[in-house]
């Protein structure tokens, strides 16, 4: 059986700060879909580009990863409600019909509303993307120009066929129950994200903030063996600013190639650009010195964390090199 993987695609660099959050793995989820005959809508949800399995068929026909709708044979098109796994603000929209080539949608477009509750029938929905010519077997990148708040998105196929992947990258509006709550504040689903690394041979950084514990090693940030002086680093934004009360390094699944020691740095700044960070982040006060690590564990830290203001950067060292299943800053946000 032969499978085929999606190209690589590099997103826009003025998209690349923003939060996926139509990510299944943070919570999104379909509510409603008008049709899923050949392929589940959920499908379109994964984070993992999709793929093409050439001679996988099923009872319905030909498998295919992503939604697929039935051909449709009468008026009208296909649609789909997604609930976002966390409320935020849109900004930028990827249709991907990656596999899709001679049963994709002739256009889309897209709405979203703002409701907390699932309450969708009373729901306002809004206009985002006017209906939009799609092409095959491509990435459609979508600029967006909203600055309100949004739960739920319908997405509307014109006037059917299937999306291997829908991307809806804004910026996480956490929804506190009060000021004291506790929070990971580096999570995925509280828009943390990567800015830069010093190596990723075996797995990215961005695993770091994914939620759960991480499934295997490739389900972490593991660095090739340093055959030169110095140590691996990575630069990550918190998704909000605040206040540092606990921290959890977890090497799970790292057994003979976990960290001799690992420490953090941090810093709040407003202004400065990624690229600023980047050298900026050499001298940055310590939150947590240097810590032996051990295989396979959860390293909890309280009285260790250091006295600090509230940030909103931190630069995580891991020394000399080797992997970390996940980082969890505990924290409240501070205005």
Not at 23 to 33: L, N
Not at 44 to 63: V, Y
Not at 175 to 183: A, R, S, V, W
Not at 233 to 255: P, R, S
Request: glycine share 8%; with cysteine.
């Amino acid at each position: 059986m032969v499978t085929l993987l999606a190209p690589a695609f590099e997103l826009p660099t003025h998209l690349t700060h923003l939060t996926n959050l139509a990510d299944a793995r943070i919570g999104a989820k379909i509510m409603d879909c008008s049709d899923e005959f050949f392929a589940e809508a959920k499908r379109m949800l994964n984070a993992d580009a999709p793929i093409f399995i050439e001679d996988k068929f099923d009872d319905h026909g030909k498998w295919m990863d992503g939604w697929e709708t039935r051909r449709k044979r009468h008026a009208g098109y296909d649609w789909c409600i997604v609930k976002l796994g966390v409320a935020g603000k849109i900004y930028g929209l990827d249709i991907d019909t990656t596999f899709f080539t001679g049963n994709y949608p002739a256009s889309a477009a897209l709405e979203a509303c703002y409701a907390p509750d699932d309450q969708l029938d009373q729901a306002e929905w809004h206009s985002l993307l006017p209906n939009s010519v799609l092409g095959s077997s491509q990435h459609h990148i979508f600029d967006i120009s909203s600055d309100q708040v949004f739960t739920h998105i319908r997405l509307n196929i014109f006037p059917d066929g299937g999306i291997a992947r829908l991307r809806v990258y804004g910026e996480v509006q956490i929804q506190l129950k009060d000021h004291d709550q506790i929070l990971d504040l580096l999570a995925l689903e509280n828009g943390g994200r990567v800015i830069a690394y010093s190596d990723a041979h075996y797995g990215h950084p961005r695993n770091l903030i994914n939620p759960g514990r991480g499934v295997n090693m490739g389900d972490g940030w593991e660095t090739k063996r340093r055959r030169t002086p110095g140590f691996d680093w990575c630069v990550l934004a918190l998704g909000q600013a605040g206040l540092i009360e606990k921290i959890e390094i977890d090497t799970a699944h790292f057994k003979g190639n976990f960290p001799a020691q690992v420490s953090i740095q941090a810093v709040y700044v407003q202004d400065a650009t990624d690229p600023q960070l980047i050298p900026q982040s050499m001298f940055w006060p310590f939150l947590l010195e240097a810590q032996d690590m051990q295989m396979n564990h959860v390293h909890s830290y309280i009285n260790e964390v250091l006295a600090h203001e509230k940030i909103s950067h931190i630069r995580i060292n891991m020394i000399p090199d080797g992997g970390i299943s996940r980082i969890r800053l505990w924290g409240k946000v501070t205005g």
